[in-house]
């Protein structure tokens, strides 16, 4: 049971360039997360899904967009990459239908490395 | 507004000693809950534990235990025995009615660092 997989694990961009980083999870889990962590400030999070087809903003979605094609992908689009996008970002799932207790527990991918120069 | 603080920037300490690590919250919602996170050096995030503001009672889960407090907004977290296996950052998140019961508000994690 792999959980949640994010690809790729490290990538290095140009300012100005474009990439997505994928996040799939096997868990049939409803909701999806991208977080971005830097250094002194924990988490935060940039966007989010409650299921296939839908996304919403977070705390900081500038600079970003997402797409829920199919339930287990959730996928994190920078447009033109600014060395503000620097950061590592973990994609995260959550609730399983019919496992109402656990709906709020998240997990975690192993996270992207993304540097932009 | 909902916030996590997690004062401890980083706490080193001897192998089989204790460490608490600090997390107090604050929050309007009535219904909310507290987790734990581990991230190891690998870099996930492993889930540790949650509580749901209804439940005050202390959970000892082997080496780990931790302490409710609602009079305090507090959700302390105690490694007894500490080992080098335990080097990682840790933090708190917490969730409610307000920031939607599916979205975390982590604190800025607490790095502990275990030394043989």
């Known amino acids: 049971n792999a959980g949640v997989t994010q690809t790729p694990k490290f990538r290095v961009l140009k300012t100005g360039q474009s990439m997505t980083l994928l996040c799939a999870q096997d868990?049939?889990?409803?909701?999806m997360y991208w977080y971005r962590q830097d250094p002194g400030m924990g988490l935060r999070l940039i966007h989010y899904s409650v299921g296939e087809g839908t996304t919403a903003k977070g705390e900081v979605p500038d600079g970003y967009n997402v797409s829920r094609l199919k339930k287990q992908n959730f996928l994190l689009g920078l447009e033109s990459a600014a060395p503000s996008q620097t950061s590592v970002y973990f994609c995260?799932?959550?609730?399983?239908?019919?496992?109402?207790?656990?709906?709020?527990?998240?997990?975690f991918g192993a996270g992207t490395r993304l540097s932009v120069l | 507004a909902q916030k996590v603080t997690q004062a401890q920037t980083e706490i080193s300490v001897v192998e089989k000693e204790d460490v608490t690590l600090d997390c107090v919250y604050e929050t309007r919602d009535t219904t909310y809950y507290l987790f734990w996170y581990k991230q190891p050096p690998s870099g996930e995030l492993v889930f540790l534990i949650r509580r749901n503001s209804f439940d005050e009672q202390n959970e000892i889960s082997g080496r780990y235990s931790w302490n409710f407090q609602k009079s305090t907004s507090s959700f302390n977290f105690t490694i007894t025995a500490s080992q080098v296996v335990d080097s990682a950052v840790y933090f708190c998140a917490l969730t409610g009615t307000t920031s939607g019961t599916y979205k975390y508000i982590f604190g800025t994690g607490t790095r502990l660092k275990v030394l043989a």
């Open positions: 995260a799932s959550s609730y399983e239908r019919g496992r109402e207790l656990a709906k709020n527990i998240q997990y």
């Open positions: 868990m049939n889990h409803e909701y």
